[in-house]
């Protein structure tokens, strides 16, 4: 994900939030339902994070010869945990599901900076629609004369929707009321590993982009790794709930979580 960078993924990270890290608390034996309540209301217990895969498509516009702004479509799911795989591990009897979209700027070889607004949906198995977090930031450095990122790509954000009975602490308290909560929030942090692919964007990604941005592109879309990047992602979903109860972290990452900016009480 750039995602869920670019899910649920997606979907751990920061250094511009300023929350004290001693203020917050990574949970561990915390709780997904990831068909919600009734059903089978069975809660799979995540002892530390929730594997995210996912691929993401990104349109590079040249603003001179060495810089650019992009806009991005991922789509993500969260088949495990724990490092598991779907025969190990934790094994979802539902699967989440999550979609980025995001804007940005970047410099060949420099850095890739991800402006304030980007969306990441996390929806169930039947495509309804859990939680949606606005993203507050992001970066990433990226290779040596190249639009690729370099290694992993770091977002933040914050829940600004989220339907009750999917998401629980280690006590099992669900941590949807905190969202919206005055002097709280709940945030979303994705570090993902991110492999350029070769050969043709699919459809749902080029499809996801032309209903989120104008002007569109057109089908087929050949990546090139200049202009128009395919990309494959990787990372993880954390949760971090804060001391004392002035906010809670939703994450998705490779490198753990840390703390970007100072939640007004």
Known sequence: M???????????????????????ATLTNWYIDTDGPGLNDAKYLVQ??????????????????????????GL????????????????FTK????SFIGTGTGTVGGLLTFNPGGTLTVKNSSSATI????????DANLAAGTVLPNGAVSLVFEATSML??????SSMTDIEPLVGTPGAAVLGFVTTNVIPRQGTVPTSLTGLYNASFDPDVTDPVVANDTTDLYLSNNGQFRMQVPEPASLALLGLGLVGLASRRRIAK
């Open 48 to 73: 530390d994070y929730i594997d995210l895969i996912g691929t993401a498509y990104v349109h590079n516009t040249f603003t001179s010869a060495t810089t650019f702004t992009f806009n991005e479509s």
């Open 131 to 138: 939680a949606v977090f606005n993203l507050l930031s992001g």
């Open 2 to 24: 750039k995602f869920i960078k670019k899910s649920l993924a997606a979907i751990a990270v920061i250094s511009a939030l300023g929350v004290s890290a001693s203020a917050n």
């Open 164 to 169: 009750p009975g999917y998401f629980f602490d």
């Open 95 to 98: 699967i989440i599901n999550a």
């Open 76 to 91: 993500f799911q969260a088949p495990s945990a724990d490092g598991g795989t779907i025969s190990g591990g934790v094994d």
